[in-house]
């Protein structure tokens, strides 16, 4: 059973602090990664997603891997009230996106 | 609009019936993934299409569950003899070729009494 497991949360941060988040997955032969973000009541959208190869930065946020430690993680800079939400980390695996659970994020102003 | 479009929005239905939902993706979606989410969970993948051919179903699909993708354009899925634990999320989502960006429809919110 291939699975990305989250701690589930809530992580609570203040506005304009850096909000971390990360998963694992159980696939080694994993080869990109995703984050969603999920309102509550809506459905997820793509904040961003990296290849095995490297890590990438768009604007506030960053996306890491640690393939060794199958470990991946998202950084939020300069948090926002608007940044609330649940965040889905997702892997492929094949041709399916499998997602972990979520960890709500709670910033606060 | 996110432009892939779902209806129903909210079904509420009685144990035992039948229901149907449709997506409609964008049309250069050729990949069409069907999920289920509920309350505290992330989306838990159920099938997917590649133009009309089902090529994948994960073991959560019962027998009671069927999808298709006729033309290769929208896709229904359909649950028969809905039981209570059928109630969730049915979030459909469309990919465009070997674009990863994976783009969700609002999803239909299913309601089994």
């Known amino acids: 059973q291939k699975e990305v497991e989250q701690n589930s949360g809530p992580l609570s941060v203040p506005e304009g602090a850096i909000a971390s988040l990360n998963c694992t997955y159980s696939?080694?032969?994993?080869?990109?990664f995703f984050w969603y973000r999920q309102y509550s009541g809506k459905s997820p959208e793509l904040i961003m997603f990296i290849y095995s190869n490297g890590d990438k930065e768009d604007g506030r946020f960053t996306a890491q891997l640690n393939k060794a430690s199958q470990y991946v993680s998202l950084l939020i800079r300069d948090s926002q009230p608007s940044d609330s939400a649940t965040y889905l980390c997702?892997?492929?695996?094949?041709?399916?996106?499998?997602f972990g659970k979520g960890t709500t994020l709670s910033v606060s102003s | 609009d996110t432009g892939v479009s779902q209806n129903p929005r909210h079904k509420i239905t009685k144990r035992g019936q039948n229901v149907t939902f449709r997506c409609d993706p964008i049309s250069e979606h050729n990949r069409l993934y069907w999920y289920r989410q509920t309350l505290g969970q992330g989306p838990e993948f159920l099938t997917y299409f590649q133009n009309e051919a089902q090529l994948e179903k994960s073991r959560l699909l019962s027998d009671r569950f069927s999808a298709e993708r006729p033309k290769g354009s929208f896709s229904t899925l359909e649950i028969q003899r809905t039981e209570q634990g059928d109630s969730a999320m049915y979030l459909c989502?469309?990919?465009?070729?070997?674009?990863?960006?994976?783009?969700f429809g609002s999803g239909t919110q299913l309601s089994v009494l």
């Open positions: 997702a892997v492929r695996t094949g041709t399916a996106l499998i």
């Open positions: 696939d080694r032969g994993s080869q990109s």
């Open positions: 989502a469309g990919r465009e070729g070997t674009n990863e960006k994976l783009l």
